[in-house]
T-cell receptor
């Protein structure tokens, strides 16, 4: 079984400042890693995912994440945030060997971008 | 392409009442999922389906039932609603390649059980 811990429940940040959202996971097997974003009153949409290969993954809207196997982390970063990045961000993992393509989510991190 | 749609958007139930949430997808996805979202707990999987006519339990299945009679639809039922089932419910769907596929989410159903 896997588990995902998002270390910050809320992150306030000023517009044009950088932001980093931390995600650590626990698993006895290799996993795929995902970041999803939920804008207010909407469903989730994929930001980026790590399947294999380069540990630096680039996603939509200028976000990127780095996979660190030794630290079992998958932190999300953006060098300069906009007001429109105000949302909740979820880290998730899936087990390639398990049936059903199921995701295990972290508790989420709310990002509030201030002008 | 509507993607994933959910009906209804909002519902208020009294304890003990029943209801069915409908999810529909038009992407020809094999896999479909029902999650509940509660503050600080992320999304937790209730039930999922890997194809028409098949369903399986997720992490928090108690108090819910599901059916997948048609490939494009996935129904979530609450037979006797309890206040603990107050939550936001999300449906999602994906292709079936092992573990790496993006899940596409609906807009959610907000359920309040009094």
């Amino acid at each position: 079984a896997q588990s995902v811990t998002q270390l910050d429940s809320q992150v306030p940040v000023f517009e044009e400042a950088p932001v980093e959202l931390r995600c650590n996971y626990s698993s006895s097997v290799s996993v795929y890693l995902f970041w999803y974003v939920q804008y207010p009153n909407q469903g989730l949409q994929l930001l980026l995912k790590y399947l294999s290969g380069s540990t630096l993954v680039k996603g939509i809207n200028g976000f990127e994440a780095e996979f660190n196997k030794s630290q079992t982390s998958f932190h999300l970063r953006k060098p300069s945030v906009h007001i429109s990045d105000t949302a909740e961000y979820f880290c998730a993992v899936s087990d390639p060997q398990a049936a059903g393509n199921k995701l295990t989510f972290g508790g989420g991190t709310r990002v509030l971008v201030k002008p | 392409n509507a993607g994933v749609t959910q009906t209804p958007k909002f519902r208020v139930l009294k304890t003990g009442q029943s209801m069915t949430l409908l999810c529909a997808q038009d992407m020809n996805h094999e896999y479909m999922y029902w999650y509940r979202q509660d503050p600080g707990m992320g999304l937790r999987l209730i039930h999922y389906s890997v194809g028409e006519g098949t369903t399986a339990k997720g992490e928090v299945p108690d108090g819910y039932n599901v059916s997948r009679l048609k490939k494009q639809n996935f129904l979530l039922g609450l037979e006797s609603a309890a206040p603990s089932q107050t939550s936001v419910y999300f449906c999602a769907s994906s292709y079936h390649t092992g573990g790496l596929e993006t899940q596409y989410f609906g807009p959610g159903t907000r359920l309040l059980v009094l």
